[in-house]
């Protein structure tokens, strides 16, 4: 089996980029992706790590995209490197447009009168670079402003609460593009994120492909076995590939392991072989 959705603390995650890989062969899995939100930065060091224990790496990403339902919609990106290509100057235009919001999201958070401050929370996250509202939820939980992370966001920090700040998004399409210009491959994250069911995922799903999107989150970790099966049809009517992760983030979401989501998740390794044939 694979997992090719996880964060590390480059993102929103709490272990180190080479932990991940750790946890993967653990697992028993003979490949693992690190996909951290808008950032290649601990690609390397969980390449590296991943190589000593003798299990396949796939670089890879996750990118917020305008939804075209009332949720959100992220994509995944594999096989793709932080060099001079087009996708990796957006991700760097990403970040910088990431700094801006927390700024901005520290300041209406206490605002608000709430218990917190940008210190605490780039304390919380270890670094600026890999800052996110998860980050100011785990504060908020410490200082009594919530009862756990969910309860921040869902009281604070979703879309349409009090604390939230938009960020700014790229479309989906214009991600399929840079992918393909730098050489990757890209799938649609957790689709029922999105908002949508029925013909609305449908007609969506294959607008995407459409678009240069070669596959679809089918296998994903909080999803029941009648989603992903669900999920897996639309994958083989529009000709996308249906691949898989855990999204597993830590203690974010206590919930998911590495490999196995909540126990009964198992991406078949031919997954990966699919998605390599659709590389440029």
Known sequence: MIDLHTH??????????????????????????????????????????????????VPGCEISCRSPGSGSMHVLVYFVEDDDRPLAAELEALRAD??????????????????????????AA????????????????ANGAADSIQDAFDRYLAAGRPGYVAKSRLEGPDVARMARASGGVTVLAHPFSLGLDGPELANTIEALAAAGFDGIEAFYGRYRPEQRAALADLARRFGLVATGGSDYHGVVKPDLAVGTGHGDLKVPDSVLDALENRRP
């Not at 990431?98 to 304390?123: C, F, K, M, S, W």
């Open 8 to 57: 590390s603390t480059v993102s929103d995650g709490s272990d180190p980029p080479g932990r991940i890989p750790e946890m993967a062969a653990a697992a028993g899995c003979r490949a693992v992706a690190l996909t951290d939100h808008d950032s290649l930065a601990g690609v390397e060091e969980a390449r590296v790590r991943a190589g000593e224990l003798g299990i396949g790496f």
């Open 98 to 123: 990431r700094h801006r919001r927390n700024l901005t999201l520290a300041d209406r958070l206490g605002q608000l009168g709430l218990p917190i401050t940008y210190d605490e929370v780039r304390a």
């Open 126 to 141: 270890g670094s600026e670079a890999g800052m996110g509202r998860p980050h100011f939820a785990q504060v908020l939980v």
